[in-house]
């Protein structure tokens, strides 16, 4: 498998994907932190799956007096998967990244991603790369560890945090290799597979994972939607390996 030669990106301009639902408690402090953290940045794109709790109207304030804050609010679709998608076609920088709002993956963290661009075409913020810890409880520890394990297994590539979730990547690589519109998290372990296969160059960087302080996380407290998730990873993890799409 060859490695493609990376492209020179004489300015950057860092266009920050934020799928978000419910996320009132943590959305301004994440949007205001990442201003002050990203000097490159070109915009932050809020995709809102129509949160009961009002997250888009905070959005919508602070965009009013912000052009790099922009709020796309869906009212019909929904999920993870198909709001990154959205968010990524919207998306005018020439480096595009996506991260959780729930501040999980501090955005302090973010220049040590892009700073390898464009040496390499994708960084990873990883938990299980030198430096990087996962400091959630150990249920979601476990389930982490074991969907990579498998992973890597039985796709035979050396990704240490393949649903990592905080990924950064030069423009060119997502008009080639395209986002998963469904599910939960296996859009992310679709995505590095494909960068890998057609040869893109990939680094990780460690970063700390915690657990979001404020709101309700989406999987809940109980560990049945964890396995639930896993299962769904490794069907997919499967899929890639039998050639199914």
Same mark, same amino acid.
């Given at each position: 498998?060859?490695?493609? *030669?990376?492209?020179?990106? +004489? *300015?950057?301009?860092?266009?920050?994907?934020?799928?978000?639902?419910? =996320?009132?408690?943590?959305?301004?402090?994440?949007?205001?932190?990442?201003?002050?953290?990203?000097?490159?940045?070109?915009?932050?794109?809020?995709?809102?799956?129509?949160?009961?709790?009002?997250?888009?109207?905070?959005?919508?304030?602070? *965009?009013?007096?912000?052009?790099?804050?922009?709020?796309?609010?869906?009212?019909? =679709?929904?999920?993870? &998967?198909?709001?990154?998608? %959205? @968010?990524?076609?919207?998306?005018? @920088? +020439?480096?595009?990244? $996506?991260?959780?709002?729930?501040? #999980?993956?501090?955005?302090?963290?973010?220049?040590?991603?892009?700073?390898?661009?464009?040496?390499?075409?994708? &960084?990873?913020?990883? %938990?299980?790369?030198? @430096?990087?810890? /996962?400091?959630?409880?150990?249920?979601?520890?476990?389930?982490?560890?074991?969907?990579?394990?498998?992973?890597?297994?039985?796709?035979?590539?050396?990704?240490?945090?393949?649903?990592?979730?905080?990924?950064? &990547?030069?423009?060119?690589?997502? /008009?080639?290799?395209?986002?998963?519109?469904?599910?939960?998290?296996?859009?992310?372990?679709?995505?590095?597979?494909?960068?890998?296969?057609?040869?893109?160059?990939?680094?990780?960087?460690?970063?700390?994972?915690?657990? %979001?302080?404020? #709101?309700?996380?989406?999987?809940?407290?109980?560990? $049945?939607?964890?396995?639930?998730?896993? $299962?769904?990873?490794?069907? =997919?993890?499967?899929?890639?390996?039998?050639?199914?799409?």
């Amino acid at each position: 498998m060859g490695v493609k *030669s990376g492209k020179t990106i +004489n *300015s950057k301009r860092i266009s920050i994907v934020l799928p978000t639902y419910n =996320e009132k408690h943590n959305i301004k402090n994440m949007i205001e932190r990442t201003i002050s953290s990203v000097k490159d940045l070109h915009e932050i794109i809020v995709i809102d799956d129509d949160s009961p709790d009002g997250t888009a109207g905070i959005v919508s304030k602070i *965009s009013s007096t912000n052009p790099k804050v922009r709020l796309i609010l869906r009212t019909e =679709e929904r999920g993870l &998967a198909s709001a990154l998608a %959205r @968010g990524i076609r919207e998306s005018t @920088g +020439n480096v595009i990244g $996506w991260m959780d709002a729930d501040l #999980g993956m501090p955005p302090e963290d973010i220049p040590s991603l892009i700073r390898n661009i464009p040496e390499y075409d994708v &960084a990873i913020g990883s %938990r299980y790369a030198e @430096g990087g810890r /996962d400091i959630r409880d150990f249920k979601r520890r476990l389930t982490s560890r074991m969907i990579n394990l498998f992973t890597n297994m039985l796709l035979g590539f050396s990704i240490k945090d393949f649903n990592s979730g905080f990924v950064f &990547a030069k423009k060119k690589v997502f /008009d080639d290799v395209h986002i998963m519109e469904k599910g939960y998290g296996q859009y992310c372990i679709r995505f590095l597979y494909d960068c890998l296969k057609k040869g893109y160059k990939i680094r990780e960087i460690g970063y700390s994972f915690t657990e %979001r302080s404020k #709101g309700v996380s989406k999987t809940g407290s109980s560990i $049945w939607p964890l396995l639930k998730h896993g $299962w769904n990873y490794g069907i =997919e993890v499967i899929k890639i390996k039998v050639g199914r799409s």
